[in-house]
Every structure is written in structure tokens, then in C-alpha cells.
């Protein structure tokens, strides 16, 4: 019996500890999650923030308005490129002209079930991650089922087609994931956060010629999409959805309370933190995406014609590559609110744990898990809130460099010497 009793722990154990137990603990997961999302439909009230404002943005749209600069709810001008119209317009027809709140929640309920079999999927083929990390991810964050079910918010469709195309780009579909990628981009711009990670494994697997047509892809995605507002109003179609120097709301701010609100709202801290954000992607670019021994250069020439041949992109050196990008990104965000946790949230497992992690370093790393849940639902944002996020993030981005630093190549011996031979205690 006590044998028994012994082998079932150890198989309980192993499940929770071993990644190859990934899917079985996801199915147990997506399951409750299933659960978890129609009892917080049905027990916790529903909170109007953005809603009612898409549905009169979309519903312009509808009457026959073309004009972006036209299209505007009640919490002012529509700032979404032309892929939140249409899919939005779709939800607007879906739910009586989005009078039907409960039909909308139970849509984005869905959508987080689809979310996170996709992530599940991503997980799966990394093989990185202790699937107990998991319970962390899926019921005990409180914020993200919020922003999915009762805020109705447009980032967690963003980030679905996001992780569609990430599952893409791992079965080498890359024409089909860039189509993805660009209607994500359409949907929201946060996703462009992925783009610099995106354009170096382009560049990788393709060189640079064989890169222009995928982003010829992209491009092409956004013109055809917002062709009806391009023909109407090409300058405010373009200024209003893809305005990258909109100002934030200081009250709004998760990551940046600690700062005077002056200098929160100051040209030049924007400029500072573009500047970080360009020297973090070259610095991740240079010394842990580019591992070949030739010049980062060499990226421009076809695979074929580099001095030494690439081996082909492995899962984990995708998904690496762009969930570091994104959440280098998030770190020099201009400012972080409350629903743009669900940009990184799904990623963290990843990036805590796809570097080598001793036995008593799990702890410090749930520890770091339970803490930014912490930052992010502590509203409003306060001083100690906003320092200990710029912490973790900061503890998340040495754990990510050190622990992926390329091990120090072995010293051969010189031509014409023996090795030294071994001592007895050696021996």
C-alpha cells in the first residue's frame, strides 16, 4: 500500500513538475476556465468603461459615415485602426446594435477560452514551462477575466489573432501569420511591439529579399482595410489611428504614478524612454537573438549565401524572440492602464521560466508572478504599486539576459601541446 500511495504522489507530482504533462493540465484548465468565466458573468456586475463608446464609433461607420475624423463615442474620437471597425461593427450587428451586454460578455468569454487554447498550443510546443505555473495564468488572475468578460475591451482581441499568428509562424506558415500579425496590428497597435522581434526572424529565415514580400503582406492588409477611410479622408484616417504621440491620461497610469505629472506628460521622458526601448531591442538584437558567429549584417544575405549555414528556427527561438520584444516594449511604455495587461500577461510564464531554473528558483519566480498580479490590481495605482511593477519588470529583464547569455566557447589546446595530464585526485 505504501508503494501504492508512493507512486501516485509521484505521478501527481510529476504532472505538475514535467512539461510534457502541458496538454493534459490545459484540457483540466480550458474546462474550469469555461466555469469560472459563466460565474463571473453571472455574479459580478458588468462595468460600462469602453463599450457603449465602440458601439457609437462603429455605429457611424454603419450610417454611412467614411470620415474618421467623424466617427466618435462618449469618451471621444475613434483611435483605432479600420480592423476594430469592421470586427467591432460585427459584435454591434451581433448584439442588437450592442444593446445586448450579457450576449456580448458571453462572446468574450469564448474569446478567452479560444485565447487561451491558443497559448496553451504555444506552450505546448516550447516545452519550457512547469505546467503548475499554469493555475497562476488561468484562475487566480482576477484582472485579466475582468478585462475579458466585464469590460468588453478591444485589446483582448488583438491579442487572440496575435497568438493565431504566433502559432503560424511555429508551423512555418509565415505568408498566412504576417496576414495575421498585420489584421492583429488593425485591431490595435500594441501589437507592433512584436514587430521588431518579428522582422529579425523574417530577416533570419528568409534575408532580406525574401523578408520584403511577407511585409509587402502586411502592408497591404492595412491599405485594404482602410481603403473606404484612405479614399474619404487619407490625413485624418491615418493621424487619428495611427497617432503615435496621443497623450495618456496621468490618472490612468499603472507603471509611471511614482513621477510628477509633469514630467509624465514631458516630450523629453518620452524621448528618454523611446531611446531605452531602441538600445533594449539592440542591445536583446545583438547579444541573444543573433547567436551565429558572423555580423548581424549577414541577416540581409539569403540563407543560402551566409559563411556559416543557419540551422532552421527552432519553436522556442520564435516564441523567445517575440515575446522579449514585446516586453521590451511594455517596460518603456509612455504609460500602462489597467487593460493593457493582457499585452504581456500570457507571456510571463514564458519568459520566467524559458531560462534554466533550479529547484529552489521556482519560488522567487511565482513570487514575481504574484506580485505584478498585485501591481495590477491594485487601483488606483499608487506610488509603492507603480515601483514595485518597474521592479519586477526590471528583475524579469536580467533573469531574461543572464540567464540566455551564450555559455563561453571551450579553449582548445594549442597545435604542438599535450594536455596537461590529470592529477591522482582528479582521477
Keep these: 500500500m505504501a508503494a501504492l500511495l508512493r507512486r501516485a504522489w509521484r505521478g501527481r507530482r510529476e504532472a505538475l513538475l514535467e512539461p510534457r504533462y502541458t496538454p493534459l493540465v490545459a484540457a483540466c484548465l480550458c474546462l474550469a476556465e469555461g466555469g469560472v468565466n459563466l460565474w463571473v458573468i453571472r455574479r459580478v456586475p458588468y462595468t460600462e468603461i469602453d463599450w457603449q463608446a465602440y458601439m457609437a464609433e462603429v455605429e457611424g461607420f454603419a450610417n454611412g459615415t467614411r470620415d474618421y475624423t467623424q466617427l466618435r463615442g462618449d469618451t471621444g474620437p475613434l483611435v483605432y485602426p479600420a480592423g476594430f471597425v469592421y470586427i467591432f461593427l460585427g459584435l454591434y450587428y451581433a448584439t442588437g446594435r450592442g444593446a445586448d451586454v450579457r450576449l456580448a460578455q458571453y462572446i468574450f468569454a469564448g474569446l478567452y477560452l479560444l485565447n487561451l487554447l491558443l497559448v496553451f498550443r504555444i506552450y505546448c510546443r516550447t516545452n519550457k514551462v512547469p505546467p503548475y505555473v499554469f493555475f497562476f495564468m488561468c484562475c487566480a488572475s482576477y484582472r485579466i477575466h475582468s478585462i475579458f468578460v466585464l469590460r468588453l475591451f478591444n485589446d483582448p482581441v488583438a491579442m487572440a489573432i496575435l497568438f493565431l499568428a504566433v502559432n503560424l509562424f511555429l508551423e512555418e506558415r509565415w505568408s498566412w501569420g504576417c496576414l495575421l ?23 533570419k529565415r528568409f534575408g532580406l529579399l525574401g523578408c520584403i514580400p511577407k511585409l509587402c503582406i502586411c502592408a497591404l492588409l ?13 490625413v485624418g484616417y491615418l493621424s487619428r489611428s495611427f497617432d503615435l504621440g496621443r497623450q495618456f491620461q496621468f490618472k490612468w497610469t499603472v507603471n509611471w504614478r511614482f513621477l510628477p505629472e509633469e514630467v509624465f506628460h514631458s516630450r523629453v521622458f518620452h524621448a528618454l524612454l523611446l531611446l531605452a526601448h531602441l538600445a533594449g531591442l539592440g542591445l536583446f538584437a545583438l547579444h541573444r537573438w543573433h547567436r551565429s558567429g558572423e555580423s548581424i549584417l549577414s541577416l540581409l544575405k539569403d540563407p ?7 540551422p532552421p528556427l527552432s519553436v522556442n527561438k520564435i516564441v523567445f524572440v517575440l515575446f522579449s520584444s514585446n516586453f521590451l516594449g511594455v517596460c518603456c511604455s509612455r504609460s500602462l492602464h489597467y487593460q493593457f495587461y493582457v499585452w504581456y500577461f500570457h507571456t510571463l510564464p514564458y519568459l520566467l521560466w524559458c531560462t534554466p531554473t533550479a529547484k529552489l528558483a521556482h519560488m522567487p519566480k511565482v513570487l514575481l508572478l504574484g506580485v505584478i498580479e498585485l501591481c495590477w490590481n491594485t487601483y488606483p495605482s499608487t506610488v509603492c504599486s507603480s515601483l514595485s511593477l518597474h521592479i519586477c519588470h526590471g528583475l524579469v529583464l536580467l533573469q531574461l539576459w543572464y540567464g540566455t547569455a551564450p555559455l ?5 589546446p594549442q597545435p604542438g601541446k599535450k594536455p596537461a595530464p590529470l592529477s591522482k585526485k582528479a582521477r
Design 181 to 203: 500579425f498585420s489584421l492583429a496590428v488593425s485591431v490595435k497597435m500594441n501589437i507592433l511591439l512584436f514587430a521588431p522581434g518579428l522582422l529579425f526572424l523574417l530577416l
Design 222 to 234: 492595412q491599405v485594404l482595410l482602410g481603403l473606404p477611410f484612405l479614399l474619404a479622408n487619407p
Design 304 to 310: 543560402a549565401d551566409r559563411k556559416q549555414l543557419s
Design 408 to 412: 563561453p566557447a571551450p579553449h582548445a
